[in-house]
């Protein structure tokens, strides 16, 4: 049993269930009838040579499985790529548990950190193999802490719970196996944020595959990279790393190894009708009677237009295990009534999203008059008066709901009244009464004119896959208008939605959906109560302020906020539970002040489809994008009957 230091491994969290490493097991462990044809024919070594001496064991939910098959999914869109850290790609140093109670090991055979959480020691596997047999060491660690982390040329934001106070950690190699990370000042938090879906860098960077696109270890890497069509080393580097962005990360992603149960053959972007990523051989986890996993032999995505097509193929039988973007609750008699025609059941998916959906407005626009009027706090408390929310409950959600800010659930301890009842009755002269003190004049339509005496227009900017939006927003344009406001929404394809709007600073407003309504959740992802990275779309300039002050795009946010920013610090800076929960109270207590976002209602209970073929699934789980929804259930001991 590995031993491990609670404070700085736990975080305050519950306990964590570690299972010892089988090396009784080592001549006995058992692999897929495929791999042992390919080891008998000379094209793989050995199973005792692919595994590391220490493999991570894992416990079926329910039974131990049986090899083959594919599990039949979809990406729907171009920019949908970020879902596939949801079912392949989810394999960080920890990893959250099933009941997202705490964090345990996964890449890592140990993480330990001392008393004041600013020195942690971590132990990679001996022995671990990336997909194409190369060794997985701290050289790939250091690989990317010095090109990723700390390379001003290449530049790729976020990565903050390597930072505290801006400036990276320091990195120490001890061994091939053994690192340490070492802080400036406390970074309590460190060990929760490693096991974020997509935080962790350090288990998707292969040193021996991308050095030849990176100037220091190639010098003819300007020569390659014109080659490929790229103007310079490092727009290649940067395409190839693939850290810029998610979608980056996967697009043409077969040749790039990977620790994944699951390796792209087929990746998204060189096929336009489906995408395959096949069983890893060298994959570094068994189950308890020394089985490698994973089960089944292949992940199937079917790249699908749009969400209405993936209706169509999950009520048809042809999905085995979803819910993103086909579980909306119009959706759900209708997917209960083919339950028997699709051969599929349902799974419940608990909530821990701040809203159903969240009114966006960009408060660091290019455009100055909008920027000053945006970020009134008065103009966009006018606008969730505007909103009879009740209406939108019961037309769009099928009155599963209840009026609500983004916010903490009632029950929580984090609960905050203010935040989440502020500005939510149904005041259409209240909200006239305020816009008439900042925006009177209008024009012979009734539309407002701002300071300039152009018609106040915002334009929303939507995921055109995101089917409820879609639904909300017929009817919320006439709520808006309703108060001289010329609201329009523009609906586009995902990936382009990410240039817009994540990366862009030119767009009005736009909505979006997660976030988390409590618990270590909520100190996790706090998008919408301080921002801390892109998740703050509202406030573009002022995340990255937080995260790099040198940015060429940075801008130094107002005292209020600069506030929000400083308790965050705070909050990180802490293991103590009881410390963490009052400092967190107080960003609460800001962002109720600040009103940074506004919404319509905190999300119920939803659900997804999973085919009755499908074993060791776990029937309840949270829905979340940091908590990958299904990942942390292992998806590598998912099998088929």
Request: glycine share 6%; net charge neutral; aromatic share 12%.
């Amino acid at each position: 049993m590995i031993k491990l230091k609670r404070r700085a491994f736990l975080a305050g969290t519950s306990a964590v269930l570690i299972l010892p490493a089988l090396p009784a097991l080592a001549a006995d462990y058992k692999e897929a009838a495929i791999l042992k044809d390919k080891v008998s024919g000379g094209a793989l070594p050995p199973l005792k040579d692919r595994l590391p001496e220490n493999p991570l064991v894992i416990k079926p939910v329910d039974s131990i499985g049986k090899y083959g098959g594919d599990w039949n999914m979809a990406l729907v869109g171009g920019g949908s790529l970020s879902m596939l850290f949801r079912y392949q790609a989810y394999e960080p140093l920890l990893r959250y548990t099933p009941d997202w109670s705490g964090v345990t090991l996964n890449v890592a055979e140990a993480f330990d950190g001392n008393a004041d959480s600013t020195e942690y020691t971590i132990r990679l596997r001996k022995g671990m193999k990336w997909s194409d047999g190369q060794p997985y060491t701290t050289a790939d660690v250091k690989f990317w802490y010095d090109t990723i982390l700390t390379d001003k040329r290449v530049a790729v934001n976020g990565q903050g719970h390597w930072k505290t106070s801006g400036k990276p950690a320091k990195l120490e190699i001890i061994d091939e196996q053994t690192f340490k990370v070492m802080f400036a000042k406390p970074n309590g938090m460190f060990p929760l944020q490693v096991a974020w879906a997509n935080s962790d860098h350090t288990t998707r960077c292969p040193k021996h595959y991308l050095e030849q696109f990176h100037i220091d270890y190639n010098p003819k890497a300007d020569e390659l990279a014109k080659q490929r069509g790229f103007e310079s080393w490092i727009a290649a580097f940067q395409s190839a790393s693939g850290f810029q962005d998610d979608n980056a990360f996967f697009l043409n992603s077969s040749k790039k190894p990977c620790l994944h149960a699951w390796m792209f053959t087929v990746a998204p972007g060189e096929n336009t009708e489906r995408a395959i990523a096949e069983r890893n051989p060298f994959y570094w986890k068994v189950d308890t009677e020394g089985n490698q996993l994973p089960y089944m032999d292949r992940i199937v995505y079917q790249m699908v237009a749009d969400p209405q097509v993936l209706l169509l193929k999950a009520m048809q039988g042809e999905i085995d295990l979803m819910d993103q973007y086909i579980a909306t609750p119009n959706n759900k008699s209708v997917l209960y009534d083919a339950r028997e025609q699709g051969k599929y059941d349902f799974y419940t998916l608990t909530s821990t999203e701040a809203n159903v959906m969240n009114f966006i407005f960009n408060l660091n626009h290019n455009d100055e008059t909008k920027r000053k009027l945006f970020r009134n706090k008065d103009f966009r408390a006018a606008l969730s008066l505007a909103l009879d929310r009740q209406s939108l409950i019961d037309a769009v959600l099928v009155g599963q709901g209840a009026p609500a800010q983004p916010s903490i659930k009632p029950g929580d301890p984090l609960y905050n009244e203010q935040l989440a009842t502020q500005f939510t009755s149904y005041d259409v002269d209240k909200a006239n009464a305020m816009l008439d003190q900042l925006v009177p004049k209008r024009d012979d339509q009734n539309f407002r004119l701002d300071e300039k005496g152009r018609r106040l227009t915002v334009i929303f900017e939507i995921d055109q896959a995101r089917a409820v939006f879609l639904d909300l927003f017929q009817l919320v344009i006439p709520m808006f208008q309703a108060v001289g406001i010329d609201a329009q929404m523009r609906t586009m394809d995902r990936s382009l939605w990410e240039t817009r709007v994540r990366q862009g600073r030119d767009f009005d407003a736009t909505a979006h959906q997660f976030g988390a309504n409590g618990g270590v959740a909520a100190m996790l992802d706090p998008r919408y109560y301080v921002p801390t990275d892109s998740n703050a779309m509202y406030a573009p300039a002022w995340q990255l302020w937080y995260l790099d002050r040198n940015n060429a795009n940075a801008e130094e946010p107002p005292e209020e906020t600069k506030k929000q920013l400083e308790l965050y610090d705070k909050l990180k800076s802490t293991s103590d539970p009881a410390a963490q929960q009052e400092v967190m109270k107080q960003i609460l207590q800001g962002a109720a002040d600040n009103f940074y976002v506004f919404g319509i209602s905190l999300p119920p209970d939803g659900y997804g489809i999973v085919k009755n073929n499908m074993k060791n699934i776990t029937k309840t789980m949270p829905n979340s994008f940091g908590w990958p929804t299904p990942a942390p259930t292992m998806p590598e001991q998912f099998y088929k009957v």
